[in-house]
């Protein structure tokens, strides 16, 4: 079935540093959905995307959807502490749009 | 606006038992999905309701079902409870109409332990 394959799955990085993740699939979306998540909360959206090649940002997010449409990147300049927590991609199956979720990238930031 | 709420937030279940979740979406969404997420899984989709009428449903077996009210506040039972229930079980809602998607707002999810 389809499946959303999300990078890495772990990262460490220095706070200031800027962090890159991606999101691919074998299918083809017409959407893509960037969610974080804290420990024990809900996923909270972050960016959503509609159209191919569009770039859309939210503050020090940056998400792009890609021009295949299997794919897309997001992007965290100037990492602070509070950017720590599971970012997972999303993207609505079938016509009625229920989500399939990547595995989900795992930030830490050190001070 | 108020978000997503889920009730309760915590619960623990004795094996076998049956157990109700509950979820009011955003005032005017009419679409609700159920997620479980577990650390093996992920996030894996329940089941999709719209003005009442279940339209879409994951690969669970039948002891997971739900059930949307005139409101569109859900409900979603869980029967005959097995240790691998445990999970967090997140409700979303969207102002998706028929055939089109828009973003989904999560609540902050109910976290169920079976033992």
């Known amino acids: 079935g389809q499946q959303l394959n999300q990078s890495p799955q772990s990262m460490f990085i220095q706070e200031g540093e800027d962090v890159s993740m991606n999101c691919t699939s074998s299918?083809?979306?017409?959407?893509w959905l960037w969610y974080k998540q804290d420990p024990g909360e809900g996923p909270v959206l972050l960016i959503a995307l509609y159209k191919a090649g569009e770039l859309t940002s939210n503050g020090r997010l940056t998400a792009q959807f890609g021009i295949t449409r299997k794919d897309s990147f997001l992007n965290i300049s100037a990492s602070i502490p509070s950017d720590v927590g599971i970012y997972f991609c999303a993207g609505p199956i079938g016509s009625q749009g229920n989500l399939i979720f990547g595995k989900g990238t795992k930030l830490s930031v050190k001070p | 606006k108020a978000g997503v709420t889920q009730t309760p937030r915590y619960l623990i279940k004795t094996r076998g038992q049956q157990v109700t979740l509950s979820c009011s979406p955003i005032s005017g969404h009419r679409s609700v999905s159920w997620y479980q997420q577990t650390p093996g899984q992920g996030l894996q989709f329940l089941f999709e309701?719209?003005?009442?009428?279940?339209?879409n449903k994951g690969n669970f077996p039948g002891r997971f079902s739900g059930r949307q009210f005139s409101n569109s506040r859900s409900e979603m039972n869980v029967s005959t409870l097995e240790l691998g229930d445990s999970a967090l079980y997140l409700c979303a809602s969207s102002s998706a109409g028929q055939g089109v998607h828009t973003e989904a707002f999560f609540g902050q999810g109910t976290r169920l332990t079976v033992v």
């Open positions: 299918s083809i979306f017409n959407t």
């Open positions: 309701y719209f003005s009442e009428t279940q339209r």
